[in-house]
């Protein structure tokens, strides 16, 4: 999935195209390398590429041979897309890309056909309209991103840096989306109830949860329970659920889930441990429970993931 074209469109959104272009665009070898091979494509490719300096095409053309495709959000939802747009995205679908919509982008897909059957998101504020338009496309207004390959579709303005490090993660592993995440001074997971690679936030300053998120993180490798986590934060464990839903979007147990298992991934990708030492370092116990729930959320084997995001030069002794 080396190559990705930026396909700006008239009425295209600079937030969201910026965001592509900061992600896919830089160059950045020095976390994964090869990284992406990047151009910005249409007939309003020109003013971005030379702002940016990213390579640009006048034209659709480089659609028909990316990897992925991604499409910004647009100024107008209630106006049809170009044309060409959709014809090119038709084609780029049809030839198996995967394609991604930031924001209002998803009303762009949804023109184009692409969206029905599908579960997508979109803005909050436009989702309403979306599913009234499309009555065949799932809208999920209520998470940050959706990854129904080849079809991935992201809510508003910041969601579209969590999609993008969702695909940086995709693509080259867990500790690249995670150093590319530092460098841009984002978490590298936030909350968004996705099935699929989605994960809780890291604990930030400010964030009531902080010390008991920080201990929780430390005390990985130990069977934690709710009722610990509580007694940490000096909540009931009613209270403390409570508390995790407004500020992480999840509970305390899944919470902690999610942190076993990206745990699991870093150790995965960065150490030569064997299956049975990962599960345990994450608190999961056996090599049996870390395949299946690490199968059931990443969609691949332990081993498997190890294979593909290995880095040879990080052993653990």
Known sequence: MRSVVLALYEGAMLFEAATAVEVFGVVRDDIADPWYD??????????LGELARVPTCADLGPVARADTVIVPSCHDVDADPPSDVVTALRA???RGARIMSLCTGAFVLAAAGLLDGRRVTTHWAHAADLARRYPRVEVDADV???DDEPILTSAGKAACMDLSLHVVRKDHGAA???TLARRLVVPPHR?????????TPSPVTGNP???VMRWAIEQLHEPLTVEQLAAMASMSSRNLARHF???TGTTPLRWL??????RAQELLETTDLNIDVVATRTGMGTAATLRRHFHRTVGVAPDTYRRTFRRASHVDS
């Open 209 to 211: 949860l902080e010390p």
């Open 38 to 47: 990047f151009t910005v494509c249409g007939p309003r490719a020109a003013w």
């Open 191 to 199: 909350s968004g109830g996705q099935a699929q690679f989605i994960s």
């Open 144 to 146: 940050l991103y959706v």
């Open 257 to 262: 889930h999610n942190q076993r298992l990206h």
């Open 92 to 94: 780029a679908h049809a």
């Open 245 to 247: 839903v407004a500020t």
């Open 176 to 178: 690249a989306a995670n």
